[in-house]
């Protein structure tokens, strides 16, 4: 039989005010178990909580029940009390009569009852509680990044100064992400490439990173503190060790005419290539779609041309197995594809673009070498308009819910910068509303409306008609002014929706990591635990999470760093003893509970097992790993034969406190 | 009056079966209405004077909207303008004596080649 | 391949060509068009109102008609097909309105909507296919610069009536390719005509028409087709300065296929 002390809190007057305190530890000093039962104003306090390890000591208590505010604000003290005087934590209940009681009732009667009802049933479960340990898991000191845009490299890099390993894998042949493919940067319109590419640099150079580039993860097994991840190393058939970057290949290769991806299909590349000068690693890829010699066996010009003997077209994917603690999603974004919003010509006109491929225009390194000229006739525009919104806020089903975030913000910088250098060009911005919420943001476009401008009207295009003499005419709303415009532009920008990556979805199952229904990662809490996958060692960074802008990405880059540094900084897991265990006598290796696991916490293995007539069996059974399970007890309900139970809230347990609710 | 200003307004709200609330003033109803200089006031302001109430001005001013659809086609929020549009006409036309369209003006606007169909939609959207 | 056929008033008085020519076509592509027994005047535009519940009943006769005779329901004019696949969507997914009109109707079996209703153009598309079409055409329409004009009718609201991409579709552009022509793309091909304000404000009619004829030439076409009787008296009645023909797409796909010229019971002979 158990000694169970009562301890029933006072909270001032938020319980004590609704709740007769005195009646509810009078009422549960006869409950089975009990020996003593008293109460207290703050059971909290450095005073309460002395009474409560005076009383353990004293009485040579065996388990406790509180009766007070709700387990989210005072187990972690109250169980620590508990420690402190020599009782295991896990012996103590917490009923609570604040949140789900004096909070809710009005009147004294009902609210006595009902938190002697509360009491009763804590009184119960604890009658059946068992000590429990909390068990332990190593933690290998390295962590992983998924993704080489800006969250990525800063991520990295804070975990690296701090001292620990970090690897970094990249699907595209070189690091950098969307911020590399940026003209100015948004408030200050400093270059993108000038304040990234010291980033790049630092990424490659540091000890402590390794960037896997032109790689992909493939398979994720393990649990926080221990995964074991498999990584494809795809096949560039250039020797990335010995290549210079020196691009003599690239200038003499016969295969010119593919669209350049880091262009977005503006001008061409030839086969083997380096995606941008200042690409990390610098080293050439030979795309095995369009290379000649990959496909046909002729040509291999460009192993003749390369000095330091680099090619090899024999090369093929390499898969390694790495080990880390931690791993980092990093995957960012893209914008969406406008197949839905033909209403503004897109697929008809080369002169109506997207805000990134303006910014590709803009950029000196881009298509036109900066000079901003009309995609089909290579004129100067004297008229553009730039479109906002689109595919953003719209729940017609052809777009996205949510706003984007970031288009308000460049479009104003697109404008200014066009304003800046061509004097002569007239600027239009539909907008439906300008958001500019950061730090001088707001200022920021209002120097374009002052200062530069640039013409906002607030409206939205309805259509985009190309005209035959090359002109485009946009018809739009003027809400203001009651109008409805037509305005025969040059060029025609589109702020387009943006999107998480494709892959994403697919890491997220590998991960275990949950997503939206927009396939960003979801957070662990939506405010105080921003940078967190709900599932424990998967931490997130950049745009993967939610559309944000470059301050916004590289803050939170630096607290996922942060949680990974803390994660890594330990030498051992504390696990929450309070996980699903499996009574392998009981399970029939259905493999249901498995199923219902969001966390891949449960594993089936074969094990032997004692028969009748001295003969053994092997039988499937489930196990569960302790260190990955939260406790949410899935499957516990799932399991058909009751073989699945959860430590400190079995099945027996729950049972108990509701008959003590029914009593 | 407020009565039956909210009587009115409910009326629209629910012979149009429309959610005037979802509505975000972007305008692209507007920016796509062909007929948009021809009205006294346009798709992104019948929603917004539906919601606020004022539905006789609209009562009395509604009769170039094309039931061509582009606005409900393009609006980013599933709001369809058009059919409170319909709405209105209807609860106009319902009324005893307000056709808006009425038969003996017919023989004045046929010619040889007017198709019924024109006739038929007319009589549709203006009358009861 | 059987198909329930609706043609519409328009079709039997104003708009003879568009049916004829079509009529004469399907037999020639190995299509049968039953004209449904006792069909009744689908009321040309759809009513929107989610009260209206009498001036849907005669697209769901005509509906039912089709299911009794189990085909899929085959509409030409423009305005017809949309005003019977809109009620044929509410007889699928609204409870009330179907309710309503079942209770009404009284029929034997209750309709929610089961008969597919398809245009003629899809029906080229999905049951004859324009390759096969390709290969029936006799007379190419070769160098021939033709725009399609879909109007509203035909592609709005997209999501139920499923034809195309309401902005840019390309099921009448595959067709001219398909009978040999040129489609001729132009920005104007998806807006208002006017459509039925033709009645009240000839000038606002004239004013759409106009830019839509407008943009066809700009864009080198020598003839418009369409599928909609009061979209070529509209766009007709307006070319007095932009002069291109307007014709139904059914006269140039019986020329194509070589029959134009025959009479319609020489036809049923062939």
């Known amino acids: ?663 | 009056m407020q009565t039956l200003k909210k009587k009115l307004t409910e009326q629209v709200l629910r012979t149009s079966g429309v959610n005037v609330r979802k509505c975000m003033r972007c305008g692209k109803c507007s920016g796509s209405c062909p007929s948009y200089d021809e009205m006294d006031y346009h798709p992104h302001q019948f929603v917004y004077m539906v919601e606020r109430g004022d539905v006789d001005a609209l009562m009395k001013s509604n009769y170039r909207c094309l039931s061509c659809m582009a606005c409900v086609e393009r609006c980013p929020r599933g709001v369809a303008p058009a059919k409170l549009i319909e709405a209105i006409r209807l609860m106009v036309v319902r009324q005893q004596g307000q056709n808006h369209l009425k038969a003996d003006q017919i023989p004045a606007l046929l010619d040889k080649d007017l198709p019924q169909q024109a006739i038929v939609s007319a009589f549709r959207k203006y009358s009861k | 391949m059987i198909f329930s056929y609706y043609p519409g008033c328009t079709l039997k008085t104003k708009a003879k060509d568009l049916d004829r020519y079509a009529r004469m076509s399907a037999q020639v592509l190995g299509i049968t068009l039953e004209e449904l027994p006792a069909w009744q005047c689908c009321g040309a535009v759809y009513p929107m109102a989610k009260d209206e519940i009498v001036t849907k009943l005669s697209s769901v006769r005509a509906l039912m008609s089709a299911k009794e005779q189990g085909n899929d329901l085959i509409t030409l004019c423009s305005a017809c097909h949309n005003v019977i696949k809109q009620v044929n969507n509410d007889m699928q997914n609204d409870r009330d309105i179907a309710g309503k009109i079942n209770n009404y109707l009284n029929p034997d079996v209750e309709y929610h909507g089961e008969t597919n209703v398809i245009h003629y153009l899809e029906m080229l598309r999905d049951k004859v296919g324009f390759d096969v079409l390709a290969q029936k055409v006799v007379h190419p329409l070769t160098g021939r610069k033709i725009a399609a004009y879909y109007g509203c009718m035909l592609l709005r609201p997209a999501s139920v009536m499923q034809m195309d991409n309401p902005e840019n579709p390309v099921i009448m552009e595959n067709f001219i390719r398909a009978i040999g022509g040129d489609p001729v793309i132009y920005p104007y091909r998806n807006e208002c005509c006017g459509g039925y304000v033709t009645l009240e404000d000839n000038a606002l009619v004239g004013k759409n028409s106009v830019k839509v004829l407008a943009s066809a030439l700009e864009n080198g076409a020598e003839m418009i087709v369409t599928a909609c009787p009061l979209c070529l008296y509209n766009l007709g009645k307006n070319n007095a300065q932009h002069k291109v023909p307007v014709i139904y797409f059914t006269e140039l796909l019986a020329e194509a296929l070589g029959i134009k010229d025959r009479g319609e019971e020489e036809n049923a002979d062939a």
Not at chain 1, 14 to 27: K, L, S, Y
Not at chain 1, 200 to 227: C, L, R
Not at chain 1, 560 to 580: E, S
């Open chain 1, 1 to 663: 039989m158990q000694k169970i002390g009562v301890f029933v809190c006072h909270c001032g007057t938020n319980v004590a005010g609704t709740v007769d305190v005195n009646a509810v530890a009078e009422a549960l000093k006869n409950e089975p178990g009990v020996i003593i039962s008293t109460d207290y104003p703050y059971m909290c306090s450095e005073t309460g909580q002395n009474i409560i390890k005076n009383a353990v000591r004293e009485n040579g208590l065996t388990g406790a029940v509180i009766c007070s505010c709700s387990p989210r604000m005072h187990e972690v003290t109250f169980r620590k009390a508990a420690t402190a005087a020599g009782l295991n934590p896990y012996m103590l209940e917490i009923a609570n009569i604040r949140e789900q009681c004096s909070w809710i009732h009005k009147d004294m009667p009902t609210g006595t009852a009902k938190a002697i009802v509360l009491g009763k049933a804590a009184i119960a479960k604890v009658n059946l509680n068992v000590p429990l340990t909390s068990g332990e898991s190593p933690v290998t000191k390295r962590a992983l990044v998924i993704g080489g845009g800006i969250a990525g490299i800063q991520t990295a890099l804070d975990i690296a100064e701090a001292g620990f390993e970090v690897d970094i894998v990249e699907k595209s042949p070189t690091i950098g992400g969307k911020m590399a493919q940026m003209d100015k940067t948004f408030p200050t319109l400093d270059c993108a490439a000038c304040i990234l590419t010291p980033k790049m640099v630092e990424a490659a150079q540091h000890e402590n990173i390794k960037i896997y580039a032109y790689s992909e993860v493939t398979e994720v097994k393990g649990f926080v503190g221990s995964f074991t991840v498999k990584i494809k190393r795809k096949a560039r058939y250039v020797k990335e060790n010995i290549c210079t970057g020196c691009g003599d290949c690239t200038k003499k290769c016969p295969q010119k005419k593919i669209p350049d991806e880091f262009n977005l299909g503006m001008n061409n590349r030839s086969a083997i290539y380096i995606p941008f000068a200042q690409a990390v690693p610098k080293v050439a890829t030979i795309d095995p779609e369009h290379c000649t010699m990959l496909k046909t066996s002729k040509c291999g010009i460009c192993a003749k041309v390369c000095t330091a003997n680099a090619i090899d077209y024999t090369q093929q994917d390499e898969y390694i197995e790495e080990k880390y603690g931690a791993i980092v999603a990093a995957t960012g974004y893209n914008p969406i594809t406008l197949e839905n919003f033909d209403e503004f010509a897109y697929s008809r006109s080369p002169d109506v673009v997207t805000s990134l491929e303006y910014e590709r225009i803009l950029n000196a390194a881009g298509p036109t070498d900066g000079k901003l000229v009309r995609p089909s006739d290579g004129v100067h525009p004297k008229t553009i308009v730039f479109i906002q919104c689109v595919g953003s806020r719209d729940t017609s089903g052809c777009g996205k819910q949510y706003c984007s975030k970031v288009c308000c913000m460049y479009t104003a910088k697109h404008a200014m910068l066009t304003r800046e250098k061509y004097p002569d060009t007239d600027v239009y911005v539909f907008y439906i509303d300008v958001r500019t919420a950061g730090k001088n943001f707001d200022e920021f476009y209002r120097r374009a409306v002052e200062d530069y401008d640039v013409h906002y009207i607030k409206g939205m295009v309805g259509k985009v008609a190309p005209m035959a003499d090359g002109k485009l005419m946009v018809q739009a709303s003027d809400l203001i002014l009651n109008e409805q415009l037509h305005i025969y532009a040059d060029m025609v920008v589109l702020a387009t929706a943006i999107e998480p990556d494709k892959s994403a979805r697919s890491l997220a199952t590998m991960l275990t990591a949950s997503m939206d229904t927009n396939d960003f990662f979801t957070e662990a809490h939506a405010k105080l635990r921003p940078v967190e996958s709900p599932t424990a060692g998967i931490f997130l960074s950049g745009t993967c999470q939610g559309p944000k802008d470059i301050p916004e990405t590289v803050s939170q880059a630096g607290a996922a760093a942060v949680k990974v540094i803390g994660l890594l900084a330990k030498n051992k897991l504390t696990c929450n003893p309070c996980v699903a265990h499996s009574d392998e006598q009981l399970c029939n290796g259905c493999s249901s509970c498995e199923k219902v696991c969001p966390y891949g916490a449960i594993s089936y293995s074969d094990k032997e097992f004692r028969m009748p007539g001295r003969t053994t069996a092997v039988r499937r059974v489930a196990s569960v790993n302790a260190a990955v399970c939260q406790g949410c007890g899935a499957c516990t309900v799932t399991c058909p034969s009751g073989a699945m139970d959860l430590n400190g809230f079995s099945n027996r347990q729950i049972m108990a406190e509701v008959d003590a609710i029914c009593r």
